[in-house]
């Protein structure tokens, strides 16, 4: 272990904007793991030390850890309302990756001076190709919607085949990486009428232009993690695929199997998971078309209907399916999860759904719980190398595309002051399916840019800190 002592740039004498003092400070850069004083001012932080500071205000960080502020590369969650969930978990950035946004300057506009936690979004192909197939109206994706593309609209069963649609999707895509999206949101299994070929051009796509792929692949086994691989080999694209839980179900050991060798040689492959056996989707969605059981490896009773609870049966499913709406998907197994969790190269990310009354409780206790349960109680991963999944990893996936992340996922001198507070002895989450998310137990203090959003257990009013990350695409 590397034991620092920085000293800031000013005096240690000098008084700070905040201080957070008596912690247990863990960098997973620098490896940092000791009791340190922390200097913030101007939204970084300016000093590091074992000896005492000085702050207008202070936190009392005694018999806590001091981490960076967790990085969530998978929220659905694009309001303020479900930020606050996510914020008490933790999480200081929450982005829209996997299925992207339809209009990357009207997201960010939208967020700008309202926002409680840092925001992004990759720029998404289903909303695109919809567009590109006269399906989706240009005017009707300027609307922000979760899921925008690949819910009701009939685009979903068509394939983009001709040279002019191809032409017409890729000026769409490049011109939301120009206005600041983060990647590429690519969703074949969301998409039936996407052919293997309409994806492999995307990634062709992604190549060309140098910009990430971010990917719910098809299927619930080897199929669509093998093609992801297979892409990523013949076009040279750089992959994160999500949820690698849900998506392989009991194929689990396999994938990371084939995603550990594929990294190994060379290929930008990257993944996250959620700690939980239950997932969460739209029911309107191509994922409940004929053959859901079989896919899913799921019935009727395994779906809960998340605006009242109940498990379905196959004549509410039918009602359901044709009003629209979401659901909570119980269809996955412990053992899987474990896997995943002891994985060291997989991120965590909470796929937040909208917040709900009785949504999936992973939108307020994703980290938490992998904190709690995983760390704590099944020692599955050490509490500095989980650390390291939440923060320096996901700031490591996003910064070729997104350069201000050099200075997220840290504990450094210079670094934004994106800072989670936690008890290591308590943490956990508090949601369960029946409640929807909860605000977490044992962190206390959540900093975003240099400013508390939660402090003391409780959400600070009328703060917004949150700052947009943006894909430099356009600034090439």
Known sequence: ???????????????????????????????????RNIGVTNGKIAAISSRPLQGKRNIDAKNHVVSPGFIDLHSHGLTN???????????TTALELEVGVSAIKGYLDSRKGKALLNYGATIGHAAARGIALKEISPEKAEVIEVGAGLRGDNSRNLTVRTDEEFSQLAYLLEKGLKEGGLGLGVVPAYLPGATRAEIYRVYQMAARWKVPVYTHVRGRGEEGIQEAIANAIGTGASVHIVHLNSSSRGSVANNLEMIAAARKRGLDITTEAYPYTAGS????????????????????????????????????????????????????????LKMAMAAPFVMIASDTMPYAAGAHPRGGGTFSKVLGEYVREQSVATLPEAIRRMTLLPAQRLEPIAPQMKNKGRIKIGADADITVFDPAIVKDTGTYQTGPQFALGIPHVIVNGVPVVENGKTVPNVFPGEAVRGSYGAR
């Open 81 to 91: 309302a479900a930020n606050e969930f996510q914020a008490h978990d933790g999480v």
């Open 1 to 35: 272990m590397r034991v620092f002592l920085f000293l800031a740039a000013v005096p240690l004498l000098a008084q700070f904007d905040l201080t957070i003092t008596g912690g247990r400070v863990i960098d997973p850069e620098s490896g940092l793991d000791a009791i």
């Open 281 to 336: 989707t739209f029911i309107e969605s191509a994922l409940f078309d004929d053959g859901w059981q079989q896919q899913l490896g799921a019935g009727y009773n395994d779906l809960q209907w998340q605006a009242t609870g109940e498990r379905l049966t196959k004549e509410s499913f039918e009602k359901y399916r044709k009003q629209g709406g979401i659901l909570i998907i119980h269809q996955l197994r412990p053992e899987w």
